[in-house]
């Protein structure tokens, strides 16, 4: 099964030559909960100048809401049929939210099934590495609860109480009336279905994982995004904190997530081709 995806960019040089995308790995951007790929927009208005990146909608979102994956290893092999599709070589996985933890879980399944990886990194942004079996029942039927409210309730009155949750503290009023606004046009009962497939109560432990593959992986989290600027923290993962910024640091600060993306990417896996380089032209 095909996810729908979108692709952005012919990466060139000042001079208006193709950079050789052979050496360059393909940015592949997964969103969070009831977003979709056009949440990276602004990002990848950046990037795409230089990478070809690929946004993808997962399922039960934008315009994949009616494809419903029963687990993370379904999502996984899903993604990994859309890349096949598109004829992705190299790439880098970049998650925020559930697209983070849906990266993690399929860059540690590519370690184990895959023997030589077309994967060459990771970045993630605000994702949870697993919970320990002992917190496992009471974040299930948290989120049932959630999953039960989007399924019957109209979805505005649940997104409005939804963004009242400590994790988007950080945003004032009009946020919050923006996000609402902008996320009402999902399908309440997709939305419930993808929440429980995928729920972190069913997500193991990855933390372990992460630091032991083979790919660099970076972590990016925003100041007052408190909870998961110590989980990084705490997480042996190379990761860095963007100011001024709260959980979805790459709408809040697009340039500067784009920028710590790019500098990550080349100090790692293609060095000496940094946005910081002025003849790109770029930022």
């Not at 000042?14 to 602004?42: C, I, K």
């Not at 946020?175 to 279905?193: E, F, P, T, V």
């Amino acid at each position: 099964m095909q996810l729908y995806s979108e692709t952005y960019g012919a990466p060139a040089t000042a001079a208006g030559e193709l950079v050789d995308t052979d050496t360059l790995p393909t940015l592949v951007f997964l969103h969070g909960l009831l977003g979709s790929g056009r949440d990276w927009q602004q990002v990848v208005n950046q990037l795409s100048a230089k990478y070809t990146c690929l946004t993808v909608d997962l399922p039960g979102h934008g315009h994949s809401r009616l494809l419903q994956a029963a687990n993370f290893e379904q999502t996984s092999q899903w993604l990994s049929e859309t890349l096949a599709a598109r004829g992705i070589e190299r790439y880098v996985l970049v998650g925020y939210s559930l697209g983070a933890r849906g990266a993690m879980f399929h860059a540690c399944q590519s370690a184990v099934s895959t023997p030589v990886s077309k994967l060459c990194g990771l970045i993630l942004e605000g994702g949870h590495f697993g919970l320990p079996s002992s917190d496992r029942a009471a974040r299930l039927e948290n989120d049932q609860r959630w999953a039960q409210r989007f399924a019957n309730e109209p979805i505005a009155e649940v997104l409005a109480d939804w963004y009242l949750q400590p994790v988007f503290s950080s945003l004032n009023y009009d946020q919050r009336q923006g996000l609402i606004a902008k996320r009402s046009d999902n399908l309440g009962a997709s939305i419930a279905h993808m929440l429980l497939a995928t729920s972190l109560a069913k997500q193991p432990l990855l933390q372990s994982q992460l630091t032991g593959l083979p790919i660099p992986v970076h972590y990016l989290c925003g100041e007052k995004d408190k909870k998961f600027t110590l989980l990084a923290a705490e997480s042996e993962l190379s990761f860095q904190v963007i100011e001024d910024a709260g959980h979805n640091v790459h709408v809040e600060q697009p340039y500067s997530f784009a920028r710590a993306v790019d500098d990550y990417i080349s100090r790692t896996i293609f060095k000496d081709h940094s946005l910081n380089n002025k003849a790109d032209g770029i930022l």
